[in-house]
């Protein structure tokens, strides 16, 4: 006994020159804390260089599961003091707990009885980087902790290399996408093309992306552009060991929102095609669903939201209808012993959030929308009502519509209007842009001698070549007739330059099928020019100029640099040098 009472007083003075640090989690579009993560502050009072070491010396030394119980009690006191409601606790979770001897269940929701906390505001972060070599042993812990109502949050992910079979494995409820892919996101193409794959994973399994280590107002807009949730980083705070430091909205991040002139109006869901479904409140009792549905026949399910109106799932009628309409099915749900709260019959729910707009809400539907009626719509990951397929349908007719009226109708690529709006972000973002103008030379001329169709094919030759050799992140676009455009942003310009030459000898190589066998021998055409001379020309090629808009560019230079380029550029049939826009 004395021996154990010794372990404790240990155990209480390692803990005692520890202590936690908070950093806010935000909502990328809000600035409203939504969590904060807990971070060890002063083991190198215990003599340790890194919190690593620190926690490596508790598992040799088989105290892993006990240290950590004291300083999980420790953080979760420390957060009981943070007056923000609805506020969550990440709290890191040494995989290594599992292979303690005195691991069991039960112990954190002792501490939340005994502080009055709610099993849903705590989140436990698992990172890729621990120990994944016992698989049985992982699920076992996850499995554990979601059975008891905590949240699962995937950390540092993308750095591990068995990350996917983790998130598959966890059934997580977030990933927080680690620094290295944030840090300079803004420049880095492969690095944006990465996080956004991950987000539209993430985003069809039900998944919240939370984005690590944010320090640059540039990193913020490129996270909100491809739909990051939720931040975390110097750029709102760094971790602090005072919780009055912690706010309740970093006013800071709702205003770069609203100055962001990228944002994209157009495709915002109009609350028209919105259903508000009331919902039932998770502490609702199987008696308060039965007369639910009683109250609301035409109703098949009824969505459940927690005490602050956060999404938690649904519940279907027919999972309950055998038991509602049996002998003494409302007796017994009316009886005390028997009144279960719904979250045996809560399942999962295909949900977006408003901001996100129509293009994605149809994309999630069209991923996931076979299991459901239709999909809810949050805002802020309160609930705000439900799309039912009709509306979805109509929704989908309407962007066809608009998506249509903006695209070239023989190549389908975008129009005027999204070169507009491309150009117009070109002036508002820290990337480098590169726009490349393309020309046919003596197009008119092969038209007139060959006639439209052919002329058509050329085109189509020429619009196909550029999907095809051109990365997914550039932005292609046809300005009409045999006039391309392309956007390029974060590459380099000696980059830009070899892929457009590139581009421009394998047209000039393919378009010649398009002639008959004497005038690719000849290598030109006779034909009238446009003022009915008969003279040569030669076989189709397409001329290019590039123009380069950095951050000090003037956009008022814009239309007298195009001008002399569509010019100059006839002159040659290489990519002319740079521009640069001052």
Same mark, same amino acid.
């Given at each position: 006994m004395s021996t154990s009472k010794n372990q404790s007083e240990n155990f209480s003075i390692i803990v005692d020159k520890l202590d936690y640090a908070f950093q806010p989690i935000v909502n990328t579009r809000t600035g409203k804390t939504f969590a904060v993560e807990a971070l060890i502050r002063g083991y190198q009072n215990l003599g340790y260089q890194s919190i690593l070491d620190l926690f490596d010396s508790f598992f040799d030394k088989k105290i892993l599961y006990k240290i950590d119980l004291i300083l999980r009690k420790k953080a979760i006191e420390k957060f009981s003091h943070i007056k923000i409601e609805d506020l969550k606790l990440f709290y890191n979770l040494d995989n290594r707990l599992l292979?303690?001897?005195?691991?069991?269940?039960?112990?954190?929701?002792?501490?939340?009885?005994?502080?009055?906390?709610?099993?849903?505001?705590?989140?436990?972060?698992?990172?890729?980087?621990?120990?994944?070599?016992?698989?049985?042993?992982?699920?076992?812990?996850?499995?554990?902790?979601?059975?008891?109502?905590?949240?699962?949050?995937?950390?540092?992910?993308?750095?591990?290399?068995?990350?996917?079979?983790?998130?598959?494995?966890?059934?997580?409820?977030?990933?927080?996408?680690?620094?290295?892919?944030?840090?300079?996101?803004?420049?880095?193409?492969?690095?944006?093309?990465?996080?956004?794959?991950?987000?539209?994973?993430?985003?069809?399994?039900?998944?919240?992306?939370?984005?690590?280590?944010?320090?640059?107002?540039?990193?913020?807009?490129?996270?909100?552009?491809?739909?990051?949730?939720?931040?975390?980083?110097?750029?709102?705070?760094?971790?602090?060991?005072?919780?009055? #430091?912690?706010?309740?909205?970093?006013?800071?991040?709702?205003?770069?929102?609203?100055? #962001?002139?990228?944002?994209?109006?157009?495709?915002?869901? #109009?609350?028209?095609?919105?259903?508000?479904?009331?919902?039932?409140?998770?502490?609702?009792?199987?008696?308060?669903?039965?007369?639910?549905?009683?109250?609301?026949?035409?109703?098949?399910?009824?969505?459940?939201? #927690?005490?602050?109106?956060?999404?938690?799932?649904?519940?279907?009628?027919?999972?309950?209808?055998?038991?509602?309409?049996?002998?003494?099915?409302?007796?017994?749900?009316?009886?005390?012993?028997?009144?279960?709260?719904?979250?045996?019959?809560?399942?999962?729910?295909?949900?977006?959030?408003?901001?996100?707009?129509?293009?994605?809400?149809?994309?999630?539907?069209?991923?996931?929308?076979?299991?459901?009626?239709?999909?809810?719509?949050?805002?802020?990951?309160?609930?705000?009502?439900?799309?039912?397929?009709?509306?979805?349908?109509?929704?989908s007719f309407k962007r066809n519509i608009e998506i249509a009226q903006n695209q070239n109708p023989l190549t389908k690529l975008p129009g005027n209007n999204q070169i507009d709006k491309f150009i117009k972000e070109s002036f508002n973002t820290e990337d480098i842009t590169h726009i490349a103008y393309f020309d046919f030379n003596d197009f008119k001329p092969f038209n007139d001698y060959y006639g439209f169709r052919q002329g058509d094919r050329a085109i189509l030759i020429f619009s196909e070549l550029l999907q095809k050799n051109l990365s997914k992140n550039s932005f292609i676009a046809h300005i009409g007739g045999d006039d391309f455009f392309v956007g390029f942003r974060g590459k380099k310009f000696e980059k830009v330059y070899k892929k457009i030459d590139q581009i421009q000898e394998e047209f000039r190589q393919s378009v010649s099928s398009l002639y008959n066998e004497e005038d690719k021998e000849n290598g030109f055409i006779r034909t009238k020019d446009r003022f009915g001379v008969v003279r040569k020309f030669k076989l189709l090629s397409v001329c290019s100029a590039i123009i380069e808009i950095t951050k000090y560019s003037n956009s008022s230079n814009l239309d007298k640099v195009l001008g002399k380029i569509k010019k100059d550029s006839k002159l040659t049939t290489t990519p002319l040098a740079s521009c640069i826009l001052m």
């Open positions: 292979y303690m001897p005195d691991f069991e269940k039960g112990n954190t929701n002792k501490i939340l009885n005994e502080l009055n906390i709610k099993e849903r505001s705590i989140c436990f972060e698992i990172t890729e980087n621990g120990s994944m070599q016992n698989k049985i042993m992982i699920n076992k812990i996850l499995t554990n902790y979601k059975s008891e109502g905590f949240n699962i949050a995937i950390d540092d992910f993308g750095t591990g290399i068995s990350g996917l079979e983790l998130l598959y494995l966890s059934e997580a409820d977030y990933i927080k996408l680690d620094r290295f892919f944030i840090k300079d996101i803004n420049k880095d193409s492969r690095k944006k093309l990465f996080c956004s794959s991950i987000v539209e994973m993430a985003h069809v399994m039900g998944i919240v992306v939370i984005a690590e280590g944010i320090e640059t107002i540039a990193e913020y807009y490129t996270c909100k552009e491809i739909n990051i949730d939720y931040i975390q980083g110097f750029l709102i705070l760094k971790p602090s060991l005072n919780i009055l #430091d912690i706010k309740d909205t970093y006013e800071d991040i709702p205003n770069l929102f609203k100055n #962001d002139r990228r944002n994209n109006k157009s495709n915002l869901i #109009d609350k028209d095609y919105i259903e508000f479904i009331e919902p039932l409140s998770i502490n609702s009792s199987l008696h308060d669903l039965f007369l639910y549905f009683k109250e609301f026949p035409n109703n098949t399910f009824v969505p459940i939201i #927690d005490e602050y109106e956060t999404l938690i799932g649904v519940v279907y009628e027919v999972d309950i209808k055998k038991l509602s309409y049996s002998q003494y099915g409302l007796s017994l749900a009316q009886n005390v012993s028997f009144r279960s709260r719904l979250g045996s019959y809560i399942k999962s729910s295909l949900s977006i959030e408003v901001s996100w707009g129509i293009d994605k809400t149809l994309e999630m539907f069209n991923l996931r929308g076979n299991e459901s009626k239709g999909i809810f719509v949050t805002k802020n990951s309160k609930y705000v009502g439900f799309i039912n397929v009709n509306n979805l349908l109509s929704l």
